[in-house]
């Protein structure tokens, strides 16, 4: 079986210009996240996302110019199969790397049995050119707007620093964001310990001068 994780580990060496290792157990706790500063609209952001490799054939050495991301897919006999691919599939792919700045995706195809029987790769800028005419398809123009609008509805409804609190979003195609607010568990996930230490490591806050100082 050559899915998932274990595709990438017959994919990528530990060092560059090495072979990979395909005999030892998949460790699905090893991950290397990059860190990135962006902007969207108004809003600031500074997000993680897991890199799976490197192309040293890349035009540049540099991050994220050089990532790549690996994903494996069912084979497609059908014209009827690879639209439903691309709309689908194609976007949530296109999604998480146009984010990250990733310009490739290397898809391994598999069969019935999971192993993988062919290789293609989608360059993240063009994967839009698959339903540029498909009525049905996605627009990455409207896909961006929708975050835009989604952190700007974020932003005025968390009001309330407490770390208890959680705020559940959801969504239906078709319907607007709803949120509901919950307190500790089961939906808290920050660790007591975690709150704690980043509750110590926050600069006091400055006080603010009386009339008679």
Same mark, same amino acid.
């Given at each position: 079986m050559y899915m998932g994780y274990k595709f990438e580990q017959y994919m990528c060496a530990d060092k560059p &210009?090495?072979?990979?290792?395909?005999? *030892?157990?998949? $460790?699905?706790?090893?991950?290397? =996240? @990059?860190?990135?500063?962006?902007?969207?609209?108004?809003?600031p952001l500074l997000f993680s996302g897991e890199v799976d490799c490197t192309d040293p054939q890349a035009p540049s050495p540099q991050p994220p110019t050089c990532y790549v991301e690996l994903k494996t897919s069912k084979e497609m006999h059908s014209p009827g199969?690879?639209?439903?691919?691309?709309?689908?599939?194609?976007?949530?792919?296109?999604a998480q790397?146009?984010?990250? &700045?990733?310009?490739?995706?290397?898809? *391994?195809?598999? $069969?019935?049995?999971?192993?993988? =029987? @062919?290789l293609k790769t989608?360059?993240?800028?063009?994967?839009?050119?698959h339903v540029r005419n498909d009525r049905d398809g996605w627009n990455p123009s409207v896909c961006m707007n929708f975050c835009a609008a989604f952190l700007s509805f974020a932003q005025n409804t968390v009001i309330q620093d407490d770390p208890r609190l959680v705020h559940l979003f959801s969504w239906e195609p078709g319907g607007p964001v709803t949120v509901s607010v919950h307190r500790d568990v089961p939906h808290a996930f920050l660790p007591t310990?975690?709150?704690?230490?980043?509750t110590q490591d926050?600069?006091?806050?400055?006080?603010?001068?009386?009339?008679?100082?």
């Open positions: &210009g090495g072979s990979p290792d395909p005999s *030892g157990e998949v $460790n699905t706790n090893v991950a290397f =996240c @990059s860190v990135l500063r962006s902007r969207l609209g108004n809003h199969q690879w639209r439903s691919f691309y709309r689908h599939k194609l976007l949530k792919w296109w790397s146009f984010l990250l &700045g990733v310009p490739n995706v290397v898809a *391994g195809f598999r $069969n019935p049995e999971g192993f993988v =029987c @062919s989608f360059p993240t800028m063009q994967m839009f050119e310990w975690y709150v704690e230490a980043m926050l600069p006091s806050t400055p006080k603010t001068p009386s009339p008679k100082d």
